[in-house]
């Protein structure tokens, strides 16, 4: 008897291992993505620039721009430095810069800022639709896709042989090779969960091309789960990568963003997923996420040494990053301050646009150099955003009003 007992046991993990080393292989390592290219899908308002990456014959990213015409932003550069995606010699060799430039209006010298965007986790630069033309408003504005996401490149394994592209070193590396191409020699960063830990990390290695950072529920201190390198690059792991990488690009945590989802129209739900129309996209998701199971978010030891003026802003029933998280990296930082907007969730950009540019307004107020003191320092943050409101209408309206702030 004890014997059929060891037995079945013996069978019964054999079956459990077999699932374990086995089953992973089940899941089709094919791309079963569209076949489309990305400048077949981009809106008008698209450009692309190829930016030069060790290993790879050129990184092409999706990206779009917003500001003033005939009064220069600082930190603007030559337009013909955007490549075209379908250029294969864009990107190699050195990238067009130019130094900051100003003008006269009114007698005045008027230099405005620079702000890029950095999107967060699974989402594209069409999460910034809402608020880009605010920003506009008084400087230039450059959003674009990191990679894998939206319309930026899907590089697979067999794209490069030097540095893994996926890297967070590399995405350092990409934001500020961005820069270079489009000849931005400082900027403030408007980052949004991993944008903002993006935005964090680039200003701790290069905090001279920083100006300032609004980080919007940036995630420092909520943990996620990770492995040793060499248990991530098991071939099981990496199926199981590509299995989960495929189910987060059918756009899962675009509800969980939302304090309420019932907001988000079928326009922003088709934004959220347009990658999933170009080639190869879930495999460089599932590259992604592989990469990310060994890379740990090591930002929050380094907060005092980020001396750069920091907006937090953080909606109180946000279900991905708390408001503790984000009142704890308030607290560490040096110079930062701190908003929370009742009734929104992690996207707030997106969920209570009109809150998002209160607080944005009040903060330069207080910082001249930063933005509205650059244009003049009489200006109040109401005057701004009533004069911000006549060119900045909604891209994706809300499916009903989102919640009220004075």
């Not at 489309?36 to 698209?46: I, N, R, V, W, Y």
């Not at 986790?121 to 674009?144: C, K, M, S």
Request: hydrophobic share 45%; aromatic share 6%.
């Amino acid at each position: 008897m004890l014997r059929r007992i060891f037995l079945l046991l013996a069978v019964l993990v054999a079956l459990i291992l077999a699932v374990v080393l086995l089953g992973p292989f089940l899941i089709p390592a094919t791309s079963s993505a569209g076949q489309k290219q990305a400048t077949d899908l981009a809106p008008a308002a698209s450009r692309f620039v190829t930016i030069p990456f060790e290993g790879t014959r050129g990184i092409p990213l999706h990206f779009q721009e917003a500001g003033p015409t005939g009064i220069p932003a600082e930190g603007r550069g030559d337009a013909n430095a955007a490549q075209k995606l379908d250029d294969p010699a864009a990107g190699e060799g050195e990238s067009p810069a130019s130094e900051n430039s100003d003008s006269t209006v009114g007698g005045k010298t008027d230099v405005r800022p620079t702000f890029i965007l950095l999107h967060g986790f699974t989402f594209n630069l069409f999460t910034w639709d809402p608020i880009r033309e605010f920003l506009a408003a008084q400087g230039r504005v450059l959003a674009y896709d990191q990679i894998p996401y939206g319309l930026s490149a899907k590089l697979t394994a067999a794209d490069w042989s030097g540095p893994n592209p996926y890297a967070k070193e590399a995405a350092i590396s990409q934001l500020f090779a961005f820069m270079d191409a489009l000849g931005v020699e400082r900027a403030e960063r408007v980052g949004n969960s991993s944008g903002g830990t993006l935005a964090m990390e680039a200003a701790l290695a290069r905090p001279e091309r920083v100006a300032g950072l609004i980080l919007v529920a940036p995630w420092v201190f909520a943990q996620r789960p990770t492995l040793p390198a060499w248990v991530a690059e098991l071939p099981q792991l990496r199926r199981l990568s590509l299995l989960i990488g495929r189910k987060l690009g059918e756009g899962v945590l675009l509800d969980y963003s939302y304090a309420d989802p019932g907001r988000i129209t079928d326009q922003r739900r088709a934004l959220m997923t347009l990658h999933a129309q170009v080639r190869d996209a879930d495999l460089a998701w599932g590259e992604l996420l592989n990469r990310s199971l060994s890379s740990p978010v090591t930002i929050s030891a380094h907060l005092a040494q980020l001396t750069q003026p920091v907006l937090l802003i953080s909606g109180d029933r946000d279900k991905l990053v708390k408001v503790a998280d984000t009142r704890r990296v308030a607290d560490a930082l040096p110079n930062a301050a701190l908003t929370v907007i009742p009734g929104c969730g992690h996207v707030l950009q997106e969920e209570c646009p009109r809150a998002f540019e209160q607080a944005v307004a009040d903060w330069l107020v207080d910082h001249p150099g930063l933005g509205l003191a650059a244009i003049g320092p009489t200006l109040s943050s109401g005057q701004f955003l009533r004069m911000a409101s006549l060119s900045a209408p909604a891209m994706f309206p809300l499916n009903q009003a989102a919640p009220s702030h004075p």
